[in-house]
């Protein structure tokens, strides 16, 4: 059984950072990935890593977030930087729990795995 434990939310200010953690368990297959839902929006994609290290960011966030792994601490990290009030949202992590070619999507229907989420605020 897979299981996602995110932790590492808060509040900040415009232009500050925070580092999201996801503790995985399980076998989580070869891709994770991070998505947000912002208050009264749908939840969108954010990042995605495959296991080796490549790595696909939304266009919103590319240049200022960063996703990566310690495998030796089965952790999935997010880090933010220059946030800004539209980064304000509820941040999941998402495992796909099997095997994709061709690189990892941001389309949720192929993550079969989620945490509970972490909320992130940041206030201008």
């Known amino acids: 059984q897979v299981q996602l434990v995110e932790f590492g939310g808060g509040s900040v200010q415009t232009g500050g950072s925070l580092r999201l953690s996801c503790k995985v368990s399980g076998p989580s297959g070869n891709c994770m990935g991070w998505f947000r839902q912002a208050p009264g929006k749908e939840r969108g994609w954010v990042a995605s890593?495959?296991?080796?290290?490549?790595?696909y960011y939304a266009d919103s966030v590319k240049g200022r977030f960063t996703i990566s792994q310690d495998n030796a601490k089965n952790t999935v990290y997010l880090q933010m930087n220059s946030l800004r009030p539209e980064d304000t949202a509820m941040y999941y992590c998402a495992a796909n729990g099997g095997w994709r070619f061709g690189g990892c999507s941001g389309r949720q229907r192929e993550y079969n795995y989620w945490g509970q989420g972490t909320q992130v605020t940041v206030s201008s």
């Open positions: 890593l495959m296991t080796g290290g490549s790595t």
